[in-house]
T-cell receptor, first 114, second 113 residues
Framework: QQQVKQSPQSLIVQKGGIPIINCAYENTAFDYFPWYQQFPGKGPALLIAIRPDVSEKKEGRFTISFNKSAKQFSLHIMDSQPGDSATYFCAAPTPGGATNKLIFGTGTLLAVQP | DVKVTQSSRYLVKRTGEKVFLECVQDMDHENMFWYRQDPGLGLRLIYFSYDVKMKEKGDIPEGYSVSREKKERFSLILESASTNQTSMYLC????????????FGSGTRLTVV
């Protein structure tokens, strides 16, 4: 069974800090690695995703780094703000089955203190 | 604004009851998914459907079944609810020919007493 291992489980940083969340996968149907952000009382929403043709992708203050040989990818949040406090999930497409489906990591609860 | 709508935000049911969780999407997505979310365990796939009347088991299908009679609606059924099914249930949908791009509903918090 495909697993995506995510760490840390929780993270506290000060405003302006750079939290880093890491994920490792075993096998993937193809190289597409998204990150989802979930605020309390809401469903997860797609934050940013990376495909295999690049090793890094930036969208605003959020950056994904991808290391294919190590089967790892990470999320960096530059100049973090209290509004970034949320749960973050990484995911990877799992091989097999009739359609593309994502397997999610266990989540990281991020708290950004003012 | 496109969305995935889950019929109930909070639900309390008794052990042994048959429970229906409903999900409707208005994006004409082929794929629909049911996940459960538990602290420390993340999002675990229960069942998914890639077309009307088509379904596949996810990682934790035991104790659950699903129904998809129309493209926009995907129902999760707990045949005989048990206390270990107390959880947050999330529905998601996506286009069939695209990777990821899931749109999630806001979830149903189910408590089985």
């Amino acid at each position: 069974q495909q697993q995506v291992k995510q760490s840390p489980q929780s993270l506290i940083v000060q405003k302006g800090g750079i939290p880093i969340i890491n994920c490792a996968y075993e096998n993937t149907a193809f190289d597409y690695f998204p990150w989802y952000q979930q605020f309390p009382g809401k469903g997860p929403a797609l934050l940013i995703a990376i495909r295999p043709d690049v090793s890094e992708k930036k969208e605003g203050r959020f950056t994904i780094s991808f290391n294919k040989s190590a089967k790892q990818f990470s999320l960096h949040i530059m100049d973090s703000q209290p509004g970034d406090s949320a749960t973050y999930f990484c995911a990877a497409p799992t091989p097999g089955g009739a359609t593309n489906k994502l397997i999610f990591g266990t989540g990281t609860l991020l708290a950004v203190q003012p | 604004d496109v969305k995935v709508t889950q019929s109930s935000r909070y639900l309390v049911k008794r052990t042994g009851e048959k429970v229906f969780l409903e999900c409707v999407q208005d994006m004409d997505h082929e794929n629909m998914f049911w996940y459960r979310q538990d602290p420390g365990l993340g999002l675990r796939l229960i069942y998914f459907s890639y077309d009307v009347k088509m379904k596949e088991k996810g990682d934790i299908p035991e104790g659950y079944s699903v129904s998809r009679e129309k493209k926009e609606r995907f129902s999760l059924i707990l045949e005989s609810a048990s206390t270990n099914q107390t959880s947050m249930y999330l529905c998601a949908s996506s286009f069939g020919d695209r990777v990821g791009g899931y749109t999630f509903g806001s979830g149903t918090r189910l408590t089985v007493v």
